[in-house]
């Protein structure tokens, strides 16, 4: 669909929406809103990688419990961990005096600036995929962390691509196994292996999306405020209808069937805040792990390869350098982070990480931040590992 046609269906469509319906105000809050809403300031910073790209890091000071950082999943932002409002992980964080971050990568809202690279018109901006996210973005977050509290080590908590951010950082980068004390994974992925319909229908028609994409110049999917971004979020915003279309009937097969847990009220908050954006090479690279079978880096070809990794083949990232304390948190019915991949990953991480799987039968991929119920199943949890960390 053209953007003028997008535009056309907006123009005749937003005034009719407008007219039935008024969105819930947390559609609309930032990060910083949300948390003033709920009871906690927040303090922004700008952290620059390596590589030049300026990040917003959100950070609820808190002197009871020490600092804990937080890394978002693929097309996400940090939003996405304080949207459920009172019952979110970063406000339970903040009420227990947490010294709550909450970092973003590269490419979304809160991500979309670089000291020399202009989004909107160079395309190396977005040459990136979860390599980039760990390698520069978490580095140089974790590192902002440490520094501004004076910590030489912190705990933190990753969530889908924000757990393959972490195995990607310590793997490459095995001094970051000294900086991590603790890292809980929830819904882990580095292997793709065991992925079902649709999941892996998609990942076998990928290369031919990528071409697509490709020879369209397209880079960037989907910007905040732009046409199809809009789009999206009008149609799957419009009360219950919406919710059966958009979560239950495309959202839902790629994250786990759970009707209950994201419930059509909040389905409307999520619409403003998910999907954030993401760059094409980032979903390239995860349908190289699963078409390749393998956790490894960003497969260019022979010579390319050649030229960057001084191999033929993309090298597999070395797990066996993980000395940081993981915890996998597992979902029984996550599609994209399935029980059989996870133990996969489990089985070549070092010194025996903990292990938990999530027990309600339908936990999916998505209920790890905005299920109804966290507080129950989850955040207990999460507490006991965040002070196993502390004291070992
Ligand atoms: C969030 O919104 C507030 C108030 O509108 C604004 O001052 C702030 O810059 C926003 N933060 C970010 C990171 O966009
Ligand atoms: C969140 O919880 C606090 C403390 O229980 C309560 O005072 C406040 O009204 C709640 N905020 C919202 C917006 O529900």
């Known amino acids: ?16 929406s407008l007219a039935l ?9 930032n990060f910083t809103e949300l948390g003033a809403k709920y009871g906690h300031p927040v303090e922004e910073y700008d952290v620059v990688t390596e590589d030049g790209y300026i990040l917003t890091l959100f950070h609820i000071p808190g002197e009871i419990e020490g600092p804990v950082l937080l890394m978002h999943g693929i097309a996400d932002s940090a939003d996405t961990f304080i949207i459920r409002g009172n019952l979110s992980l970063v406000i339970t964080l903040a009420d227990k005096g947490y010294d709550v971050w909450a970092g973003n990568t590269r490419g979304n809202k809160y991500g979309r600036r670089h000291k020399y690279l202009n989004p ?4 190396e901006f977005w040459d990136f995929s979860f390599h980039e996210a760990g390698f520069y973005d978490l580095t140089a977050t974790v590192d902002y962390v440490l520094e501004s509290t004076g910590e030489e080590s912190i705990r933190t908590i990753g969530h889908s691509q924000g757990t393959t951010a972490h195995f990607v950082l310590l793997s490459t980068r095995p001094e970051y196994n000294e900086k991590i004390k603790g890292f809980i994974a929830l819904a882990p992925v580095a292997f793709l292996n065991n992925v079902i319909p649709p999941v892996s229908t998609v990942t076998k028609v990928g290369p031919v999306i990528n071409a697509f ?3 369209l110049g397209i880079e960037e999917l989907l910007r905040d405020h732009s046409a199809a971004r809009e789009l999206i979020e009008l149609i799957c915003s419009q009360g219950i209808i919406s919710y ?6 495309a959202v839902s097969p790629f994250a786990g069937f759970d009707p209950k847990r994201i419930e059509s009220d909040f389905w409307e908050v999520i619409t403003g805040h998910y999907p954030a954006a993401t760059s094409r090479k980032s979903l390239v690279h995860f349908d190289q792990v699963a078409l390749g079978r393998r956790f490894a880096n960003y497969e260019y070809g022979p010579s ?4 960057r990794y001084k191999l033929l083949r993309a090298p597999s990232y070395n797990l066996g350098e993980i000395t940081t304390k993981v915890t996998l948190v597992v979902g029984q019915n996550d599609a994209l982070s399935r029980v ?3 133990d996969i990953l489990r089985s070549l991480l070092p010194g025996d990480p903990k292990y938990h799987l999530m027990e309600p039968a339908l936990w999916n991929h998505l209920d790890f931040v905005w299920a109804n119920d966290m507080d129950k199943y989850l955040y207990p949890y999460i507490f006991s590992s965040l002070e196993e960390f502390e004291f070992e």
């Open 1 to 16: 669909m053209s953007a003028i046609t997008i535009k056309v269906i907006l123009l005749i469509t937003l005034p009719v």
């Open 21 to 29: 319906q008024t969105r819930p105000e947390d559609a609309k809050l």
């Open 120 to 123: 909107d018109t160079d395309k």
């Open 213 to 215: 994409l490709k020879s």
């Open 244 to 249: 059966a279309l958009c979560y239950i009937l």
């Open 304 to 307: 390319e390869n050649f030229r």
């Open 340 to 342: 059989k991949d996870v």
